[in-house]
């Protein structure tokens, strides 16, 4: 299983989909990432965010533009990273 600063420097550096268990046992697929180039929020630091815990990942959900958030243990797969940032690299090889 990934960790929280390996996933998180995968979404910096990445868009990927990522597809897990939501609380209510329903599974979603989003498509996020950290990259500085799609985040149209500057003042929400993810640094701080979910700090304190290390299974919580936030990440900007690029097709609903805003901040969501998921649990590593409840992955069902790994990230698949489908643009790499600052390259027109689709998918991503």
């Known amino acids: 299983m990934?960790?929280?600063?390996?996933?998180?420097q995968l979404l910096r550096n990445n868009v990927c989909v990522i597809v897990f268990e939501k609380a209510d046992k329903s599974q979603r697929t989003l498509?996020?990432?950290?990259?500085?180039?799609?985040v149209n929020d500057p003042s929400y630091s993810t640094r701080e965010a979910n700090a304190g815990n290390d299974d919580l990942v936030t990440v900007w959900d690029v097709e609903a533009e805003g901040w969501r958030a998921f649990k590593i243990s409840k992955l069902l797969e790994k990230p698949i990273v489908t643009l790499k940032v600052g390259t027109d690299t689709y998918p991503a090889s």
Not at 2 to 8: F, L, N, R, S, V
Not at 31 to 38: A, N, P, Q, R, V
Request: no cysteine.
């Open 31 to 38: 498509i996020g990432t950290l990259s500085e180039d799609f």
């Open 2 to 8: 990934q960790t929280k600063a390996e996933i998180q």
